[in-house]
């Protein structure tokens, strides 16, 4: 039984035809189950907003064909419908235990199923019914998405003859599984049913909306354009307006053309095709529908080849003849004829009429060949796919909406033909269009024996188409063309040509761009030629470079001599978007500084936010007014020259505070003043471009008068301005400045002391030409010292940024001077001191020497003089002795104190420091002055306050004895 089960599973479509098939594999196994049933467990909502369940009773093997009621066994508990499971208190208390060989089973008896506990227990139940047999109900849950789930309960009667043991329920268990089975694949059929029913009524939603909202479109715009068409004759051809309503005209055509063909697919996808078919002359329609081409192709420097045989010949070997709704022959023609025009650069337009044979029919084909840019393999099996278009293609418009061929099949289709086609990228493309013969294949109500004419409209598809066409005439040709061989090697490479680090021109001549550029310069790059026209025009204030997609615009980048000031930009392009355009030009250095302006069709806030987060300056939603549009071109421009003028400005303030520090460590790095100066004039150069610097001394003291101490010639030829950021100092201010400069041709320049003198064309006789010269004064100590000067090509003007670097450098210069002398001042001073200090210690070693060889010789002198004492000796030769020995004293005292000065200059004296009694010096003193001072009747006179005088000291007692006693001498 399991395996026919398997085979089964196909038949599943539903999940109900789940429950039957098995139902009907379970009928034809009624000895292993003799009975089941399945409900379905669903939950649903009630008005008050509580929930309730019921089980639905799906399918049972009691279920006759044909028969709507069933009729359950006696012994069978309550079996509804429908069983309500909410709120159902039921219990199964009433167990019975059977006991079997080996085993126990426990059963419920129950007066109804016990379908509430299974869904509890989630495990099988058994049950005994009032005859004594015995029914197991299974649980199974199927997976409804997201977080419902679909329990499915199985009902299996048991075999009375046969012992419900472990096999029997394994059993089961595997029906029920094989159940599940089923119920999964009826599940995502039921799904992928519901899934393709939605599709088609969204389709066919679409399908009503579109010629609702086509024929909404096409009324106004009927309306709008016959007064249009009377504005248009009463206009003076040259008004300046006419322009303007040209361009409304072109574009509400357009639009009428796109309504058009989008109400025909629509009216075909819905079936209300409307057509007529009648009796054709083929050859004479195709020539009167291809012929309308032959002046547009002529334009356009193709050959326009209608290879159709002639008519009666023709008409006798068709024999039926062909039936053709006229419109629809006329939508296809058009179609295919400005396709092969839009796609073909140069060569042949061939449109073929001829008879061949397709499975032994007859059948008329029409061939379209081009010898265009071709469509490349992979594309042409979606080629007539609605909305389907080819990339990258270098065709004379960007410009569709690719339902066109969409349409043609139908369009052929609905004659009973069909389309083919064939194509090679850049040598040209076929499509063949085979309609049967005769009307056999066609609806019998559709057709029309007798030949109607059928309405014209006010603008009919042939003027719409024609119209169109004409755009690709007027375009500027060489703008796209001359990109097709660039871009013939690039076509597959537009990776390459995003990730490759593009190299621009920068401006790099300041006189230039104050002379040329007169408007502010915008690169506009769009894929409709009527758009990027329609721009131009508007735009006219500004100088505009042309692109057709972002590859293009990076080649006209590539070619420009100057960047734009503004890159105006369409999102949506072929090759290469406004998004990966904006990615480009943001990762190269050279042009993240452009302001980018994306203008969009896509009016959403994601839109606007994604340009906006990818760097864009601004974002414009088609459609946008004239004036809007000027005035933030206008806006992003000048705030783009204001961020880069402050830019500009903060870099030279960096590299001018750079240079002064660098030239402030000079200063005191201990270079001489020459190596300084030197260091000085090269800086000089290097921030300020120009021929020479020079310093020059007027130093009347050295006898320097104008002397030239430095200087620095540029070997290369200096551009006045070198830096890219320049171009922000605008013209006129330039223009401005040279005459301000040069009406106070060598005078000063600022009215205050600033020492600033600019020359704009004075003869040098240094360099024996003239020059345009700035100088700066450099002073020292309020006197003038000297100049710095910075030579540039005659007439070349002097930037205020250039100016006040020059008067910082010079006082700089004066410090770096000041320091200098200084520095010479101090070595002059420091000699001298030296010369000072050595001259002293000469001294005192002289002294020291002298009076050392004194002592010896006194001492000799002193010691004799006292032997002499105890010798009895003449009152007269001891009063001389006396005297001698009194006067060896003093000079012996006198030169101990030189030789004491002596060590004291020379550092040489040690100090001892020791406690002593201050009065038993002063004893010492008295005893030792006492006699000479009563020789000469001098009182001495010790008077001190013995309890208030500290008496011991911590002194060197020697010293102060020295000290007191060379006072008292004086
Ligand atoms: P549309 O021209 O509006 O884009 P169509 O349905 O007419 O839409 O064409 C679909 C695509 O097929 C176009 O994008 C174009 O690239 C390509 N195509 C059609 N005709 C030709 C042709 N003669 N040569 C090259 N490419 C063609």
Redesign the pocket.
């Known amino acids: 039984m399991l395996g026919e089960s398997g085979s089964q599973i196909s038949k599943v479509n539903s999940l109900e035809s789940a429950c039957s098939i098995m139902k009907n594999i379970l009928n034809d196994n009624h000895t292993d189950i003799p009975y089941a049933l399945i409900y379905f467990v669903e939950h649903k909502l009630n008005y008050d907003g509580s929930e309730s369940s019921i089980a639905r009773l799906i399918t049972t093997t009691f279920d006759e064909d044909g028969k709507k009621e069933r009729h359950f066994p006696d012994y069978f508990p309550k079996t509804h419908e429908i069983i309500n499971l909410t709120n159902v208190d039921q219990s199964y208390e009433n167990y019975i235990n059977l006991r079997r060989a080996s085993t126990s089973f426990s059963f419920i008896k129950c007066d109804s199923w016990p379908l509430n506990l299974v869904i509890k227990n989630g495990n099988h139940i058994k049950v005994i019914l009032k005859n004594d047999s015995q029914a197991v109900l299974f649980l199974t849950k199927i997976s409804l998405g997201g977080e419902k789930v679909l329990p499915v309960i199985l009902i299996c009667g048991v075999n009375r003859r046969r012992a419900l043991d472990e096999q029997y329920l394994e059993f089961l268990q595997l029906v029920t599984n094989q159940l599940n089975t089923y119920l999964l694949h009826g599940k995502k059929i039921e799904e992928e049913k519901l899934r393709s029913k939605l599709l088609v009524d969204l389709n066919y939603q679409k399908v009503i909306f579109f010629q609702g909202i086509s024929h909404e479109l096409q009324k106004p715009l009927t309306l709008m354009l016959s007064p249009l068409e009377e504005v248009i004759n009463a206009c003076p051809q040259e008004s300046p307006i006419m322009s303007h309503l040209q361009t409304i005209r072109r574009n509400a055509h357009r639009l009428l053309k796109l309504i058009n063909v989008l109400l025909q697919s629509s009216n075909v996808e819905s079936g209300h095709s409307d057509a007529k078919y009648c009796k054709t002359n083929i050859v004479e329609l195709t020539r009167e529908l291809a012929s309308d081409f032959v002046t547009m192709a002529k334009t356009l420097g193709l050959d326009y080849i209608i290879d159709i045989p002639n008519s009666e010949e023709f008409n006798q070997t068709v024999g039926d003849g062909i039936y053709l709704d006229h419109d629809m022959y006329e939508t296809i023609i058009f179609?295919?004829c400005?396709?092969?025009l839009?796609?073909?650069w140069k060569g042949r337009i061939n449109i073929r009429l001829y008879l061949e044979y397709k499975n032994n029919e007859k059948m008329v084909i029409l061939e379209?060949s081009?010898t265009?840019?071709?469509?490349p393999e992979i594309?042409l099996p979606n080629?007539?796919q609605?909305f389907?278009?080819?990339e990258s293609?270098n065709?004379r418009s960007h410009?569709?909406?690719?339902?066109?061929?969409?349409?043609?099949k139908e369009l052929i289709t609905l004659h009973g033909g069909y389309i083919t086609v064939t194509?090679v990228v850049n040598k040209?493309?076929t499509?063949k269009c085979w309609f049967p013969i005769g009307y056999q294949h066609l609806p019998k109500n559709q057709i029309r024996f007798n030949n109607v004419k059928s309405k014209r409209e006010l603008y009919n598809n042939r003027q719409l188409y024609l119209e169109e066409s004409s755009q690709w005439i007027k375009n500027n040709i060489s703008e796209i063309k001359d990109d097709i061989d660039d871009l013939d090697t690039d076509i597959n490479n537009t990776n390459k040509m995003l990730t490759d680090k593009i190299t621009f021109n920068l401006p790099t001549d300041m006189n230039d761009f104050a002379i040329t550029k007169k408007k502010y310069s915008v690169l506009l790059v769009d894929d409709s030629n009527e758009m990027r026209d329609h721009l131009t025009d508007l735009l006219k204030e500004f100088d505009i470079y042309r692109a057709c997609d972002g590859k293009d615009a990076l080649r006209v980048l590539k070619t420009l001599k100057q960047l734009p000031d503004l890159v105006l930009s369409d999102v949506t392009m072929p090759n290469m978007n406004g998004y990966e355009l904006l990615d480009v030009l943001r990762s190269n250095v050279n042009t993240q500084l452009i302001p980018i302006i994306l203008l969009s069709a896509k009016a959403g806030e994601d839109s606007k936010v994604k340009g906006l987060d990818k760097g864009a300056d601004d974002y414009l939603v088609k459609p946008f007014s004239a004036r809007e549009l000027i005035t933030r071109i206008r806006a992003n421009i000048e705030l783009s020259v204001l961020r880069r003028k402050i830019l500009f400005h903060r870099c030279q303030e960096e590299e001018s505070k750079q240079l002064l520090m660098s030239i402030a460590n000079m200063i005191f790095s201990g270079l001489s003043i020459n190596e300084t100066l030197q260091y000085v004039v090269k800086a000089i150069n290097h921030r300020i471009p120009c021929e020479r610097v020079l310093v020059i001394s007027n130093e009347q003291s050295k006898s320097k008068a104008n002397e030239i101490i430095v200087s620095y010639e540029n070997s290369e030829s200096v551009k006045l301005i070198t830096n890219p950021f320049m171009e922000i100092n605008d013209n006129s201010n330039n223009n401005d400045k040279r005459k301000s400069q040069s009406s106070i041709n060598s005078q000063e320049y600022l009215n205050d002391n600033s020492g600033i003198e600019i020359s704009l064309d004075v003869y040098c006789g240094y360099v024996h030409k003239n020059v345009s010269i700035l100088s700066s004064e450099v002073k020292l100590n309020n006197d003038f010292w000297g100049w710095i000067k910075v030579y540039r090509s005659p007439n070349s003007i002097w930037l205020d940024s250039e100016i006040e670097l020059l008067q910082q450098i010079s006082n700089l210069m004066s410090l770096a001077i000041t320091h200098a002398n200084l520095l010479e001042e101090n070595e002059e001073k420091e000699i001298q001191i030296k010369a000072a200090e050595v001259a002293d210690k000469t001294k005192s070693q002289i002294l020291a020497n002298t009076s050392h060889e004194l002592r010896t010789p006194l001492g000799a002198i002193v010691g004799i003089l006292s032997s002499f004492e105890c010798n009895s000796l003449t009152t007269d030769q001891k009063e001389m002795i006396d005297t001698m020995i009194r006067s060896s004293d003093i000079v012996l005292s006198i030169i101990n104190d030189i030789l004491d000065s002596a060590r004291l200059e020379a550092q040489k004296v040690t100090l001892i420091n020791k406690t002593f009694d201050l009065l038993v010096l002063l004893d010492d003193i008295i005893e030792n002055f006492g006699k000479r001072a009563g020789s000469k009747k001098i009182e001495l006179i010790v008077n001190c306050d013995v309890d208030e005088l500290p008496r011991y000291v911590k002194s060197d007692p020697n010293r102060l004895l020295t000290n007191v006693l060379y006072m008292i001498k004086i």
């Open positions: 179609n295919l400005s396709n092969a839009k796609h073909t379209v081009d265009g840019v071709g469509i594309a080629i007539f609605r389907y278009r080819v293609q065709s410009e569709g909406t690719g339902i066109g061929l969409a349409l043609v194509s040209g493309t499509f």
